[in-house]
Nanobody, 117 residues
Framework: QVQLVESGGGLVQSGGSLRLSCAAS????????MAWYRQAPGEQRELVAH???????NYADSVKGRFTISRDNANNTVYLQMSSLKPEDTAVYYC???????????WGQGTQVTVSS
């Protein structure tokens, strides 16, 4: 059974930092490209960053230079280090496979990030 469990969200002031984690189970993690998405209230889910099986990364323009995606294949975990946070980063953050990877895995519950001004 595939399971994605996101954690690490919280309330932070503008300019602050957070590190999100996503633990995957039920898949052979190292052969999956992974991605972080976010969904703000009333908005569609958007792709934030993705990382290939080989560690190549790509970012949305809105987070480039502020967010860093990484992965730990030994622990089946993908991370999102977020710095210089802005109120517009407020959203529920989810991990999954990138949209170009084919059908998504079952979505987790996400982790709420709230950035106060």
């Amino acid at each position: 059974q595939v399971q994605l469990v996101e954690s690490g969200g919280g309330l932070v002031q503008s300019g602050g930092s957070l590190r999100l984690s996503c633990a995957a189970s039920g898949i052979f993690f190292s052969i999956y490209a992974m991605a972080w998405y976010r969904q703000a209230p009333g908005e569609q889910r958007e792709l934030v960053a993705h990382i290939s099986t080989g560690g190549s990364t790509n970012y949305a323009d809105s987070v480039k230079g502020r967010f860093t995606i990484s992965r730990d294949n030994a622990n089946n975990t993908v991370y999102l280090q977020m710095s210089s946070l802005k109120p517009e980063d407020t959203a529920v953050y989810y991990c999954n496979t990138p949209p170009t990877w084919g059908p998504s895995l079952a979505w987790g519950q996400g982790t709420q990030v709230t950035v106060s001004s």
